[in-house]
């Protein structure tokens, strides 16, 4: 190596130091002096909320949720099922893997329904072929 390329070896090295350097010491700094903007404090207590104003919304408690591909439906699925468990609601959950998909759903696919049951599921929320006389099943 010639004695030109080793000196800019050097020169890099030292200003890959200093820039290493810079950086500790700016995010020291951002520790340190770190402090929150009034603007990003609470203005004061929560509004008081009245016991007497009607409710406008209510849980729905009876969910059908058509589960797609892509659409971050699974993230939605884990949602229903933490609400359905957090208030006891049952689910319609599949005999084997999925309810029959890609077959057209039949209610037998779901386990613990029975012929004429009067079983009765609160959220049904996995990937099936929607039809709608074996669903309100």
Known sequence: MSR????????????ALLFVGICF??????????????????????????RDAPRSCAPRTRVMFLK???TASSTLLNVLYRFG????????????????YPE???ASYVKGYRNCSSQVFNIMCN???????EVQN
């Open 85 to 100: 468990d957090a208030r006891n609601l049952s689910f319609a959950l599949p005999v084997g893997y999925q309810l029959g």
């Open 68 to 70: 797609t591909h892509k």
């Open 25 to 50: 010491a700016v995010q020291i700094l951002g520790v340190i002096f770190n402090k929150k903007s009034p603007s990003l404090e609470r203005a004061g207590p929560p509004l008081p909320v009245s």
């Open 127 to 133: 990937h099936l072929r929607f039809y709608q006389p």
């Open 4 to 15: 030109l390329a080793g000196c800019k070896l050097q020169v890099l090295g030292k200003a």
């Open 104 to 106: 057209q759903f039949h």
